[in-house]
């Protein structure tokens, strides 16, 4: 299969040489000219993926035209609040491909999730979004890592899983997209709330009943804006929260976790 | 309230110093006459909770009639694999008080839960269980700490909500003892896995994953044998599993976890 990774940052290009493993025609796709020159000539990511090998097979492009028109199915590992500006460049090339965000976190001043924001921008096209705890960084070493593909396309997330599963990554399907885009998001607070409890020197504990009482919170807040509360329960809301709280969460790290 | 604790260990103890410090007229019972002579005269408890000061008003005896005739609630702190040979010892002194299982696991040889033992050994008298993500050290130093208090009994979770209840420990209540008792000791199985994923040098995707899909796991089995599935999802499911999971698992471990 042909498929695009639209975002050079640590997940996207963990993405893509993740796709190329699996044996897909891969295209990354970077915003900024002189960093796909540099992508495409050392083949490794120094800012956001360091330490990692991009097979020669990974073609790498700056071209939104090259890269909409490459991918017959586009993963947008594109950061929430660039995705309009992105999606707006690539609007004129995109044939119809069905888009996958892959990104977490809601769009500042619309509340948009990531999926909402394709719509908005390019209308009534196919969209999905995968999510769940996934350490780009651990993705690129091949520790075993889980998400979860959601759509309500019928057909997407299984196409989404079958591109994606191999030994090592494991890909669960789930039609309740508002959830798992949400879950992602917004189990956040929590994970500020957790890295709020360790600097006030609480124990296991505390942190075991901030996460678990606090996907119920999530899971109401989600059942209010018409997901399923259980999806909260799964790879993208606590899955995706045990991975984020207790490692810590320090203050340099609440702005991006707020904001994706 | 008169309040009873079975059981001289870490538990035990930070739950006869909590009741205490609520108001309870409180009575630890050790099983062996030379420990509680100990716990009496340095008002500590130097092998199982060291460093932490125990309350003159906390009475301390290792007489089995004395501690069933003085509680009108008695907690069971007594490790499960125990609980048949104490509750022997106390079933002619038992004046009817509901009896609360605290201890986590499964009775080898029987499979019975906490509550189950007790039933066994004094017949059907009132029967509780709490459990949740509840290091005992941490209860002691006061560190917020919440658990779940279940019976089929009318009324027994609010009377142990009441009892237990404070600005520092916050006790939720459910009717689905069978749930919470087997959480407490099945997910012990998942958390031995993510002790094991460590030592195998997996990483924060790889446990999150593992405590996700095996909670999922620990509802279908605990369904099959009766319980509610979203109990598991709990503080005595996956809450239990954040404390006892994330901070590493080593061999030395595993038996207690398998045996409680």
Chains 1, 2 share one sequence.
């Not at 975002?7 to 796709?19: P, Q």
């Not at 959830?179 to 500020?192: F, R, S």
Request: overall charge positive; glycine content about 12%; some cysteine.
């Amino acid at each position: 299969m042909k498929i695009t990774v639209l975002g050079d940052g640590g997940w996207g290009t963990a993405l893509s040489i993740l796709l190329d493993g699996n044996g897909h025609e891969t295209m990354l796709w970077s915003v900024d000219p002189d960093y796909a020159r540099i992508l495409r000539e050392r083949r490794s990511n120094p800012k956001f993926l360091p330490g990692v090998r991009i097979p020669k097979t990974v073609r790498i492009t700056s071209s939104p035209s090259e890269a909409m028109e490459f991918g017959e199915l586009i993963f947008s590992a594109v950061p929430v609040q660039y995705m309009r500006a992105v999606l707006k460049q690539c609007r004129r090339s995109h044939r119809g491909a069905p888009i996958v965000n892959a990104a977490k976190g809601l769009e500042i001043g619309t509340l948009l999730r990531g999926s909402e924001v394709v719509r908005d921008v390019l209308g009534e096209v196919p969209v999905g979004a995968i999510s769940g705890p996934s350490h780009a960084e651990e993705v690129a070493r091949r520790l075993p890592t889980t998400v979860v593909a959601a759509s309500q396309v019928r057909g997407l997330p299984e196409t989404v899983q079958r591109a994606l599963n191999n030994d090592r990554f494991r890909v669960y399907t789930s039609s309740d997209i508002m959830g798992v885009e949400l879950g992602g998001a917004i189990k956040n607070v929590i994970a500020i709330a957790a890295g709020i409890s360790d600097g006030l020197g609480f124990g296991d504990n505390t942190k075991a009943a901030l996460l678990t009482r606090g996907t119920v919170e999530l899971a109401r807040l989600g059942a209010a804006l018409g997901a399923r509360p259980e999806t909260f329960w799964g790879l993208s809301g606590i899955g995706d929260l045990i991975t984020t709280g207790p490692t810590g969460t320090n203050v340099m790290d609440i702005h991006l976790l707020l904001v994706g």
